[in-house]
């Protein structure tokens, strides 16, 4: 009952005017009469009680395809939130790469909710030179993600708020991050403490001032920055690029699957009547750049399993694909590699790779900055029928948290052993008969580290 008067008095708040008179005529009696009030809520309650259950009853069969439906049930449940929505929490411009941002972006989130405060709708940056500061291209939030699907999808949790919200009776108060060694985790949730109280926490806005979100310690839990990820969907325009990729990968698996067809049955296979084609995208980390880095790393953690070759990636990925049903491998890769032919050539029978070139949706991506396109190939990866990416890339870690998310809304707890649908793989990690390894998520992890810095423990 409450969730369904809570979700009233969102309704009701955009209910306009002129539907408010309309149910006055209805009742016979003027809104400003108290019975009638309560008539008029209990009518919209019961209403609204209807369309919910109308709309999750056909929950169990929501299509993987339409992240747009897929919710979970926690995210209907607004619990007495506390967020004020006159206080607001100021954040940098967020840089870096697109996963680098989100995550920063939901540390800048999880900030707020400690505060209680509304985040205001933060900058995030379009371009990757991040040590030039005027060539960052700030990118409002609300030109990639859906800003007010975001407050609906997260609501109870955190809410993000516009600087129109404000109103400007107090200045503002600047929360100075520390850095280096000295400032330690204990010291940074201590400072948040203190500005959630006193003279501080008069101040309509609290911004923050430092070093770049990213970079400030972590005190939220997996499942808190899963959340804040769940309620991120794109906008339609760069959704709908999206889309253009996949059904690309989708019908060019199909021609190869009719041809095939046709010749073993020797009939004439109508390509458009086969179901679509699965795919396999591949996380391809093996430019020069990221070989120099994680070889560093391998010297500094001293974990051997953090580069993998070429030859090692095709392999592995090879020993997924069933030989009777060639498969396209979708690699995502740098763009440094697309000339590179060795990427497309040595994989084993069966596995058909493509990039965006060969697939011809090159021309897609080079329409958008970095940040688009990034986001593009993460949604191709997201949806692909199976992922295999390495356990030491943020893009790869976040693909398979949110992977993870979705099988757990399934009703599926534990992919490692059984034969699920969507699995995802770490291909720097030999599992059985060189396959590469399963990986799921730990969400209950108690903090973001082991999936923003890397790690070989993969759940499986
Ligand atoms: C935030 O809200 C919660 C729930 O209403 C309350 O318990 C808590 O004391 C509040 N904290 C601050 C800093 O206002
Ligand atoms: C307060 O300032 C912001 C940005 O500077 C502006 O958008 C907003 O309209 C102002 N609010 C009021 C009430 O003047
Ligand atoms: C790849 O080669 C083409 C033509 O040879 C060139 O125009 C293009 O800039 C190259 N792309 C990359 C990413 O090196």
Same mark, same amino acid.
């Given at each position: 009952?409450?969730?369904?008067?809570?979700?009233?008095?969102?309704?009701?708040?955009?209910?306009?005017?002129?539907?408010?008179?309309?149910?006055?005529?209805?009742?016979?009696? /003027?809104?400003?009469?108290?019975?009638?009030?309560?008539?008029?809520?209990?009518?919209?309650?019961?209403?609204?009680?209807?369309?919910?259950?109308?709309?999750?009853?056909?929950?169990?069969?929501?299509?993987?395809?339409?992240?747009?439906?897929?919710?979970?049930?926690?995210?209907?449940?607004?619990?007495?939130?506390g967020i004020r929505r006159e206080?607001?929490?100021?954040?940098?411009?967020?840089?870096?790469?697109?996963?680098?941002?989100?995550?920063?972006?939901?540390?800048?989130?999880?900030?707020?909710? #400690?505060?209680?405060?509304?985040?205001?709708?933060?900058?995030?940056?379009?371009?990757?030179?991040?040590?030039?500061?005027?060539?960052?291209q700030p990118i409002s939030f609300d030109k990639v993600f859906q800003f007010e699907r975001f407050n609906s999808l997260c609501n109870g949790f955190v809410l993000l708020g516009r600087y129109s919200d404000?109103?400007?009776?107090?200045?503002?108060?600047?929360?100075?991050?520390?850095?280096?060694?000295?400032?330690?985790?204990?010291?940074?949730?201590e400072q948040l403490k203190q500005s959630s109280k006193g003279f501080v926490?008069? /101040?309509?806005?609290?911004?923050?001032?430092?070093?770049?979100?990213?970079?400030?310690?972590d005190h939220?839990?997996?499942?808190?920055?899963?959340?804040?990820?769940?309620?991120?969907?794109?906008?339609?325009?760069?959704?709908?690029?999206?889309?253009?990729?996949?059904?690309?990968?989708?019908?060019?698996g199909r021609t190869v699957r009719s041809k095939t067809e046709t010749a073993q049955n020797n009939f004439d296979a109508e390509g458009s009547s086969l179901p679509p084609a699965p795919y396999i995208a591949v996380h391809m980390r093996v430019e020069i750049d990221w070989m120099i880095h994680c070889k560093k790393l391998e010297q500094r953690s001293g974990i051997s399993q953090i580069c993998s070759s070429k030859q090692e990636i095709m392999e592995r990925v090879g020993n997924i694909v069933s030989l009777e049903s060639p498969t396209v491998v979708y690699l995502a890769v740098a763009d440094s590699l697309l000339n590179d032919s060795s990427i497309l050539g040595g994989w084993k029978k069966g596995s058909l790779p493509f990039e965006k070139k060969k697939l011809g949706v090159d021309g897609i991506y080079n329409k958008h900055p970095y940040l688009i396109q990034s986001a593009i190939d993460y949604e191709v990866c997201s949806r692909a029928d199976i992922f295999v990416g390495n356990s030491f890339s943020t893009f790869s870690s976040l693909i398979v948290l949110e992977?993870?998310?979705? #099988?757990?809304?399934?009703?599926?707890?534990?992919?490692?052993d059984i034969n699920v649908r969507w699995p995802s793989y770490a291909y720097n990690i030999p599992g059985e008969s060189n396959r590469p390894q399963k990986w799921m998520t730990k969400m209950s992890d108690s903090s973001l580290k082991a999936i923003s810095y890397g790690s070989n423990s993969i759940s499986c």
């Open positions: 009952m409450r969730l369904v008067v809570r979700k009233l008095q969102v309704c009701d708040f955009q209910m306009d005017l002129s539907s408010k008179c309309k149910l006055s005529r209805l009742f016979g009696c /003027y809104l400003t009469s108290v019975t009638c009030k309560c008539l008029a809520l209990v009518t919209i309650t019961l209403f609204l009680r209807a369309i919910l259950l109308h709309l999750f009853s056909g929950y169990g069969v929501i299509e993987w395809n339409n992240p747009d439906l897929i919710l979970s049930p926690s995210l209907l449940l607004n619990s007495e939130d206080k607001f929490l100021e954040v940098p411009q967020i840089v870096w790469g697109l996963n680098n941002q989100k995550i920063a972006f939901a540390r800048a989130c999880l900030t707020a909710r #400690m505060l209680n405060r509304t985040l205001l709708m933060p900058s995030l940056s379009a371009s990757l030179f991040y040590k030039e500061i005027d060539r960052l404000l109103k400007n009776q107090t200045g503002m108060y600047d929360l100075q991050k520390g850095s280096g060694r000295k400032w330690t985790v204990e010291r940074d949730l926490d008069e /101040y309509e806005v609290i911004r923050i001032v430092g070093k770049n979100p990213f970079l400030w310690h939220w839990p997996v499942k808190d920055y899963a959340r804040v990820f769940e309620c991120l969907v794109l906008v339609h325009e760069i959704a709908k690029e999206a889309d253009k990729v996949v059904s690309k990968i989708r019908q060019m992977r993870t998310q979705k #099988m757990i809304r399934m009703g599926i707890t534990s992919s490692c």
